[in-house]
């Protein structure tokens, strides 16, 4: 009969992603002709516990460059926009999430702009998507079956005998290195 022990480690005990896609609005300087690009870039973000829920606080700079003036002058419009979301993740055991538990947040698929349209008059409307993966690393047991009978060892036998012995003790010069020198 095998004898069981539990080994309390850290592992993943809850798990889960969210798409997300959201609207923006920003006012232009001037009068927008076309939008010529749009860009995301330094995206930062951070998990966090919200009672029974986890919440992903993070940032990232927008850039869209547009043509004014009838497209024959542009300029870049820089914004950077924050964004606080939450998480229902379901856990694998019952884990308290007030106890020790730590947080790790991935970005699945990095911001991007989908696309970005002049409104009226100086406005652009912008649709950025994102998708975020969160784990829940707690404190988790596990109950191992082991075994009390230790497996005998075997013995390793060197397949050398006496007379092959006797051959390398008459084959060596105990005055090889003496000799070398002298030579030298």
């Not at 850039?63 to 939450?86: G, H």
């Not at 696309?115 to 975020?132: H, R, V, W």
């Not at 051959?167 to 020198?181: G, H, M, P, Q, R």
Request: one cysteine or more; hydrophobic letters at 30%.
């Amino acid at each position: 009969m095998a004898a069981y022990k539990e080994i309390v480690t850290k592992a993943v005990v809850g798990k889960g992603k969210k798409h997300f896609q959201n609207t923006y609005t920003v006012e232009a300087e001037h009068e927008p002709t076309t939008i010529l690009g749009c860009w995301v870039i330094n995206h930062e973000f951070k998990g966090y516990k919200a009672n029974d829920r986890i919440g992903v606080k993070g940032s990232y700079d927008i850039n869209i460059w547009y043509s004014y003036d009838n497209d024959t002058k542009t300029t870049v419009i820089n914004q950077s926009i924050n964004y606080d979301d939450l998480f229902n993740v379901k856990t694998r055991e019952d884990v308290d999430l007030s106890g020790d538990t730590d947080i790790i947040v991935r970005s699945l698929k990095q911001p991007t702009c989908l696309e970005a349209n002049i409104k009226d008059g100086k406005t652009i409307s912008f649709n950025i998507e994102k998708e975020l993966g969160v784990e829940i690393v707690g404190e988790t047991k596990m109950k191992i079956a082991i075994e009390e009978d230790e497996e005998p060892w075997e013995e390793i036998v060197d397949e050398v005998d006496d007379e092959t012995l006797n051959e390398i003790d008459e084959k060596v010069d105990e005055n090889y290195i003496k000799s070398t020198d002298q030579e030298g």
